[in-house]
């Protein structure tokens, strides 16, 4: 058979014994399960049995790109990397741009399945069908950066992709991640953690397949008509100018800009940490991923003052505005200082400055003293406490060491602050007010790996536009932002949406938020590139599998309704001050819609079996029954 | 005669120009046949395309034994598949390593600026390929140069220079 769009083969690499099998892909998997997230999330489901230690070799490390990617579909560029994670105890799933995937599907995989754990510290090199397993104790330690350009020199190519751990990972850190291209990181729910644990360090990877569409004709007007589309949109200029760090201001402006670890959410130096700000005084250049034609990446240098000379690619607003506004410093170069390290460090930059923002407020309650912190002075913004702790967790260090399981364990461990440690299963919150936004607090609580607004990215809720709720989905308030009502609709809506997108490996910034692929044009493009022949309602399906096979892995994992929450201060105090002022997080009316919406138990949170049933899902009844979990 | 022109530091370093060179050329996406590449370094932010320069004095050309590499009578370079014996001497005696291999034919490639129409130059989106008179460029550059150059400056005097 003949594979178009995908790459066609599944790479399996057994770390323990050292040795590897390739396979055709599964058209099982294909028709039922798309790509990248898809794909990852159906083997996880598979071949992890439940409660396993996610630190152990039974866990699984699996890398997958999606059928779009390695053509010229704009921004079809990234990949999925899943494990248990061993931050949260559940689905663990990160994705990332940049170039490495399209390599990887030019090398000949559409997913590469890492297994076991190598006794030594090792790396990979995958040139199209030859796996070579290289030593690298001469790695172990190096940050990202160095550890890049080692490889590079040793195999003597300067074009092979990599995807890297830093020292983070090696230091057992719970939130570390995978980075590719340096900078373009799948830091979330700490897969790094998992792939130091197997003992390896980097995958480098170089191909020379190339890749072929079912309908060349077809595939060329669809590109075509998507880059008139992009061209033309009212977020391109902006986007291309300062990437996502655009909305930092925006989002001060409508009040729920987390400051201080949201204890506020106006931060009053926001203009000077602004997308604004920083394109104009020390963007140089754009850089983008992977057949993008919106390179919304920048590379910048600071060419006076104290971190003159420091110069990199980046950042996005998460980490721009986490180290800015959630831990209250004012000053742009320190937070570029901040984002620099946690990248070469090798750390996820939310889940970072939340324990550090969490440990600030808790030092400003008086619940920790300065001998408490290694003698740091934790109040608001002080430069020296934020780029030490980032050291300090780097290497599990002093004070470091509590923090480096994530802000959940931190409060569990010293006993204090428990109520206002910003995570949803484990998982930090992002940096967007869930009381000033609440498609996006929904999101977060029934996110399949914990606070996440990636899994649902609800952009449209911020139009503020009541003709668009009412289009959608019969109802106006839907998609005005600080309305509870319809928001179960529009976030299972954008959930299966992006569940497609992640899948398919597109970037979300464009498909999704910029709405130039809805389910019917995601159909005909995939028919066009693979020949699967489908129909927009065919996709959406396809969307909800993965979420409910993601669903089913945390039910396994004994996840049920009481954990879709949120932090209690978004449940009972309302927002103190600005335009979203007195506004507050109604979970339970949500939540119900929510589940009603998606077919779930409104008493457990778990899928009802019709649900299953119509979705194919009978393996998962099979393996629910076998396991005593009772469905309704 | 036009010819292609690069601006290495507006390049985002994308590949939609291998992707669109290889597409034409071979109907399948692999920038390992297209005839312009662009290398890369992360770390320092570099990306920067490389294809042929149409030099007027083609070591290429001259050193082929078998003439399979010629310029056609619209002044585009062409090689004559099946006179080329892939000696490869094309390849090592272009200064810009813009004569590329073909990595499933084995035989050397080279922009022929797509008989007129170059698509790498119609798809860029940044405009870092630019496809132009020498003068027209050298033009072009000298006012971005000077941009540059005054940018500063008429910040702290309050003027803005508008973007094209």
């Known amino acids: ?632 | 005669m036009k010819k292609i022109f690069i601006d290495a530091f507006k390049c985002a370093g994308c590949k939609y120009c291998e992707l669109s060179c290889s597409f034409y050329h071979e109907g399948k996406f692999n920038p390992k046949l297209s005839r312009i590449r662009i290398f890369k370094e992360d770390e320092y932010g570099i990306d920067n395309p490389i294809l042929c320069s149409l030099c007027s004095y083609c070591p290429c050309i001259n050193i082929c034994p078998t003439n399979a590499f010629y310029r056609n009578e619209k002044g585009f370079m062409e090689i004559n598949i099946e006179k080329c014996i892939k000696c490869y001497k094309c390849i090592e005696s272009c200064f810009f390593g813009a004569v590329f291999l073909h990595i499933e034919k084995k035989i050397p490639i080279v922009c022929n600026l797509c008989n007129g129409d170059p698509q790498c130059v119609k798809k860029c989106p940044t405009k870092a390929i630019v496809f132009l008179e020498p003068n027209e460029f050298i033009q072009k550059k000298n006012y971005e140069y000077s941009r540059i150059v005054y940018q500063d400056f008429l910040n702290k005097h309050g003027i803005k220079i508008k973007s094209d």
């Open chain 1, 1 to 632: 058979m003949k594979y178009y769009g995908y790459a066609g083969k599944i790479l399996r690499i057994n770390l323990t014994k050292r040795d590897f099998s390739i396979k055709n892909l599964e058209k099982d998997l294909m028709v039922n399960f798309l790509g990248g997230r898809g794909f990852n999330s159906k083997r996880l489901f598979d071949e992890i049995p439940p409660k396993i230690d996610p630190l152990s070799p039974e866990n699984k490390l699996i890398f997958s790109t999606g059928p779009l990617v390695g053509t010229m579909f704009p921004t079809a560029s990234r990949f999925n990397v899943s494990a248990k994670s061993p931050q949260t105890n559940i689905l663990g799933d990160s994705n990332a741009g940049g170039h490495f995937a399209a390599e990887m599907k030019y090398a000949g995989y559409d997913q590469i399945i890492l297994e076991g754990r190598s006794k030594e510290p090792i790396y990979l090199y995958i040139n199209d069908d030859s796996i070579e397993f290289l030593d690298a104790k001469h790695l172990w330690g190096k940050d990202v950066y160095e550890c890049d350009r080692i490889i590079k020199k040793d195999l003597g190519d300067k074009s092979i992709q990599t995807v890297i751990i830093g020292p983070a990972a090696e230091n057992g850190v719970k939130f570390a991640g995978i980075f590719a291209n340096l900078i373009r990181a799948a830091a979330r729910t700490g897969m790094g953690t998992v792939m130091a644990s197997k003992n390896l360090k980097a995958i480098a990877i170089k191909g020379s397949k190339s890749i072929e569409v079912a309908n060349p004709k077809k595939f060329e007007k669809i590109i075509e008509e998507i880059e008139e589309e992009i061209y033309n949109h009212p977020q391109y200029w902006p986007r291309r100018k300062m990437g996502t760090t655009r909305i930092l201001l925006p989002v001060n402006a409508m009040g729920f800009l987390p400051t201080r670890h949201f204890t506020s959410t106006i931060f009053e130096y926001a203009e000077n940490v602004s997308g604004e700000k920083l394109a104009e005084e020390y963007n140089i250049k754009v850089r983008g991923c992977f057949s993008c034609i919106l390179p919304c990446s920048r590379f910048y240098i600071i060419k006076e003052g104290k971190y003159a000379g420091l110069y990199g690619e980046g950042p996005e607003y998460e980490p721009l505005s986490s180290f800015t506004a959630r831990v209250g410093n004012g000053d742009l170069q320190v937070a570029l200082k901040a984002i620099d390290m946690v990248n070469k460090l090798g750390l996820d930059a939310i889940t970072t400055a939340e324990c550090i923002s969490w440990a600030m407020e808790c030092y400003e309650k008086g619940w920790l003293k300065k001998n408490d912190v290694d003698g740091l002075d934790l109040t608001w913004g002080n430069e020296e406490a934020i780029l030490k702790l980032i050291e300090k967790i780097s290497k599990r260090e002093g004070f470091g060491d509590i923090l480096a399981d994530g802000v959940k364990k931190a409060a569990e461990k010293l006993g204090i602050g428990k109520e206002i440690a910003m995570h949803v299963k484990g998982l930090e919150i992002i940096q967007a007010d869930p009381r000033g936004a609440k498609g996006y607090g929904l999101g977060y609580v029934v996110a399949s790996r914990g606070a996440d607004h990636l899994r649902s990215e609800p952009f449209m809720e911020l139009s503020d536009d009541p003709k668009k709720g009412e289009k959608l989905f019969g109802i106006p308030e839907a998609t005005i932002r600080l309305e509870y009502k319809g928001k179960g609709k529009l976030v299972s809506y954008c959930e299966d949406w992006c569940a497609i997108v992640d899948s398919l490996e597109v970037c979300k910034n464009v498909a999704e938020n910029m709405e130039i692929l809805p389910f019917d044009k995601a159909a005909e493009v995939i028919e066009a590139a693979t020949g699967l022949k489908l129909n927009g309602n065919d996709v959406r399906k396809i969307g909800e599998r993965i979420i409910n096979i993601e669903r089913a892995f945390l039910i396994r994992e004994g996840i049920r309704k009481e954990h879709d929450t949120l932090p209690k201060r978004f449940l009972e105090e309302p927002i103190p001050s600005g335009i979203s002022k007195g506004s507050i997080f109604e979970l339970e009316k949500m939540l119900n819609e929510y589940y009603e919406e998606r077919k779930w138990s409104k008493k457990t949170g778990i899928p009802l079996k019709e649900k299953l049933k119509e979705l194919n899902l009978e393996n998962v009844i099979e393996q629910f029954e076998k396991i005593g979990i009772e469905m309704e």
